[in-house]
C-alpha cells in the first residue's frame, strides 16, 4: 500500500490559515481518488475534502467555500489549503488514498484557538 506523511499542522488563532501537505512514497498519478478526514474529540472521522485524478472535488459543507484541495501529481502530493479557521475546525487530520478502505497517514494535529 502507498505510504502517505503529512504536514503543515499547527496552532492558529481563529481567522487564520494553514496549508496541509501529503507525501505519498509512489506515484499517485493512478491513484483515482485522494482526500483529507479528520476527527476532532469525542467524533467520528469525517471525510473534510476529496479530489479525483482528473481533478474533480468534492467538500463538507462545513468547509466549503473555506477549504481547497489540491494535488500535484508531478510531485506525489497533496495539498488542503484551510483558510477563515474556526474553533471548530481543531482535529486531527488525515490524508488519504483509494478511499476509507485505502491507505492512511498518520495524521496532523490543527489547533484553532485565540
Known amino acids: 500500500q502507498v505510504q502517505l506523511v503529512e504536514s503543515g499542522g499547527g496552532l492558529v488563532q481563529p481567522g487564520g490559515s494553514l496549508r496541509l501537505s501529503c507525501a505519498a512514497s509512489e506515484r499517485i498519478y493512478n491513484i483515482y481518488l485522494m482526500g483529507w478526514y479528520r476527527q476532532a474529540p469525542g467524533k467520528q472521522r469525517e471525510l473534510v475534502a476529496q479530489i479525483t485524478w482528473s481533478g474533480n472535488t468534492d467538500y463538507a459543507d462545513s468547509v466549503k467555500g473555506r477549504f481547497t484541495i489540491s494535488r500535484d501529481n508531478a510531485n506525489n502530493t497533496i495539498h488542503l489549503q484551510m483558510n477563515s479557521l474556526t474553533l471548530e475546525d481543531t482535529a486531527v487530520y488525515y490524508c488519504?488514498?483509494?478511499?476509507?478502505?485505502?491507505?492512511w497517514g498518520q495524521g496532523t494535529q490543527v489547533t484553532v484557538s485565540s
Open positions: 488519504n488514498a483509494r478511499g476509507e478502505m485505502g491507505s
